[in-house]
């Protein structure tokens, strides 16, 4: 039995607004199922390893990709756990929010402010750091007070390029 999980990002580039809606399972850190919408087609997704494959919503035949097609998102979605793990060896600034319910589930809200320049290494290849001008992050973590499960992730990232100008990325994660 694997870890359910949700994903809600909106990707805003120049005029293009672009919405992924995922859920699906996560079974180990290798294999991950999702399906859902993106940009108003049914997208379904199976990532083990390093094998991506996608579903063609237009013939229904599955096909083995590199990655999602969605640049700086894709392995943010095809590896939540890893992100997760990168994010949290640069943390400059944490605070406590009051605490929420997730699913019945008494949770610490806790938001954090990552470290630019880290940050920009996770997210963006090394030919391409220097074209980012600003970044800016904050990402909140709802954890179980019981279990320290992490049951819900957020994420917005807002970043200036000199080549595609303002860009931002808002992503729930559950």
């Known amino acids: 039995a694997g870890d359910r999980m949700k994903i809600d990002a909106q990707l805003n580039m120049k005029d293009i607004k672009q919405q992924v809606v995922l859920a699906g399972e996560v079974v180990n850190p290798d294999q991950v199922y999702l399906s859902g919408n993106l940009a108003g087609l049914d997208i379904e997704i199976y990532k083990k390893e390093n094998k991506i494959f996608i579903k063609d919503p237009l013939?229904?035949?599955?096909?083995?990709?590199?990655?999602?097609?969605?640049?700086?998102?894709?392995g943010?979605?095809?590896?939540?756990?890893?992100?997760?793990?990168?994010?949290?060896?640069?943390?400059?600034?944490?605070?406590?929010?009051?605490?929420?319910i997730i699913e019945g589930v008494e949770c610490?809200?806790?938001e954090?402010?990552?470290d630019e320049q880290k940050l920009k290494r996770i997210f963006f290849e090394d030919e391409k750091i220097d074209e980012i001008?600003?970044?800016?992050?904050?990402?909140?973590?709802?954890i179980g007070e019981k279990d320290f499960l992490i049951r819900k992730l957020s994420m917005d990232l807002?970043?200036?390029?000199?080549?595609?100008?303002?860009?931002?990325?808002?992503m729930v994660v559950q």
């Open 158 to 170: 807002k970043f200036n390029s000199y080549e595609n100008g303002e860009q931002s990325i808002n």
């Open 133 to 142: 001008k600003d970044l800016e992050a904050t990402y909140k973590v709802w």
């Open 76 to 100: 943010i979605i095809s590896t939540p756990e890893k992100t997760l793990n990168d994010l949290k060896d640069m943390i400059v600034e944490a605070v406590y929010l009051p605490d929420e």
């Open 108 to 110: 610490k809200v806790i």
């Open 112 to 114: 954090y402010i990552p």
């Open 59 to 74: 013939n229904n035949k599955w096909i083995e990709s590199e990655n999602l097609g969605l640049g700086n998102m894709d």
